[in-house]
């Protein structure tokens, strides 16, 4: 595939650069509060569709199912056809499902809905990923990733909040209706203000079948991918878990109110606002640490957790806001696994990488909370009115199989990816040690 000459046509990481990340921040923390619209309205949810434990977290896995199955392809439409179509298809796709789930009177309905909801959300954080990394400096790109990372979940916010102010005072369904109208207003910003990049001639890459099949190959044997996709995989699902679904039931089960457990899904939000970027200005200024920082952080969460789950009786609600805050942490250091994919790829192949790093989290969450549910079932099979404190924190102890799974996968890749570094350019590991997260032969683009 010949390279295509690059002209700059617009300046990079000035304002025309802020203004297309306003508007695509703004779909993505869209994208955000329907993600996680659930997570609040699982009880309600629960007595609506007169469903089981391990039914109302089909609704979230099956989401979340289609979101990760969906990432590999989206990288590669986004490869293809750039960033603006496929946040727009996104925008559209979710807006459908939202309005689908407002008038949803059986669970079959509502499994259609999260399908739809699951589609249009994986379109969006990669496109989001893929505009930072071309209109904004090789220094502004991780800080500008870390803030997009956090500050889109100020989509949690809206959901954790209003959204349960609005179910109780409007009802299930006009609530539901006036969250889908919301992407109609931001599809004609997206459409007048977004540019897919900076570049004249760079027009989004060509991808032809025989190619398209190498290209993957060659993005799934990079082993820079596979650490970024086990850096997100054991970083990201806890706090996932926590706010899309059996967090707020795990709360209450502790002896909180409705009304503070709702508090504390802000104070995870505003966390991980903080969080962000003081991780990101750490994996700047130490690269070659990356990772193990994200694992630093991972043996944090699963020490907090294991604190709460063995204490005698309900525990404190100061305790509780600490596993809260700390969990929190987990989805702003899931964002490195997309920073190393940075460091192992070209432009041209992010897309893809991006997509096999963020399916990671997901599918980790996925089974996560799968899981969960099978387990509430087994011992509370009367549904949510049964759960006691025993039978939810045996519930959440199933997160220690998947902090295992990833810590073994990040220690093994980080070791790779080291080797692969060496292997192909001596100058690029001197690089990385260094500082560089753009690393000559690997991951700088000659004509950048």
């Known amino acids: 595939m010949t390279q295509p000459v690059l002209r700059q046509v617009h300046s990079i990481g000035r304002r025309r650069a802020w203004a297309i990340w306003v508007v695509g921040l703004s779909v993505y923390v869209l994208a955000v509060f329907h993600r996680t619209s659930l997570g609040v309205a699982g009880l309600l949810a629960a007595e609506r569709f007169d ?37 727009l298809v996104g925008l559209l796709l979710m807006s459908g499902g939202q309005a689908v789930f407002a008038v949803a009177g059986s669970f079959e309905v509502g499994i259609v809905a999260r399908v739809l909801i699951g589609a249009g959300d994986a379109m969006v954080f990669t496109s989001l990923l893929r505009l930072v990394a071309l209109w904004f400096r090789v220094k502004q790109a991780p800080f500008v990733t870390q803030v997009t990372g956090v500050t889109g979940q100020l989509g949690a916010v809206v959901a954790a909040t209003p959204l349960a102010a609005a179910l109780s005072v409007w009802g299930w369904t ?110 700047a200024r130490s690269p070659f640490r990356r990772s193990q920082l994200v694992l630093g952080i991972v043996l944090a969460i699963a020490a907090s957790w294991a604190v709460v789950l063995l204490w005698p009786g309900p525990a404190p609600t100061g305790l509780l806001v600490a596993l809260a805050v700390v969990t929190a942490v987990g989805g702003p250091s899931s964002l490195v696994g997309f920073d190393l994919a940075r460091t192992f790829h070209r432009s041209s192949h992010l897309g893809r990488a991006s997509g096999v790093v963020n399916s990671g989290g997901f599918v980790a969450s996925l089974l996560c909370i799968a899981l969960i549910g099978v387990v509430l079932d087994v011992r509370a099979p009367g549904g949510p009115s049964e759960y006691t404190l025993t039978d939810m924190r045996v519930a959440m102890s199933v997160q220690y199989l998947f902090w295992a799974l990833g810590a073994v996968q990040l220690v093994r890749y980080r070791r790779k990816g080291l080797r692969y570094v060496e292997q192909v350019s001596p100058d690029a590991l001197a690089a990385l040690r260094s500082g560089d997260t753009l690393l000559p032969g690997i991951s700088r683009d000659p004509d950048r």
């Open 51 to 87: 469903i089981s434990a391990a039914q109302l977290s089909t609704f979230t896995v099956v989401q979340l199912l289609v979101y990760a199955g969906m990432q590999v392809p989206v990288g590669v439409l986004l490869d293809r056809f750039g960033s603006k179509r496929l946040m």
């Open 174 to 283: 006009r609530a539901y209706a006036v969250a889908a109208g919301a992407g109609v207003v931001l599809s004609v910003a997206l459409l007048l203000v977004v540019r897919d990049s900076p570049y004249r001639g760079e027009a989004v890459e060509r991808i032809k079948v025989r190619a398209l099949a190498r290209t993957l190959a060659e993005v799934w044997g990079n082993p820079g991918t596979r650490l970024g996709l086990w850096v997100h995989f054991t970083s990201q699902f806890s706090t996932t878990v926590f706010t899309l679904l059996w967090g707020f039931p795990f709360l209450v089960s502790e002896g909180m109110s409705t009304r503070t457990a709702s508090v504390v899904l802000v104070v995870m939000t505003v966390t991980a606002m903080v969080a962000g970027p003081v991780i990101a200005a750490v994996t």
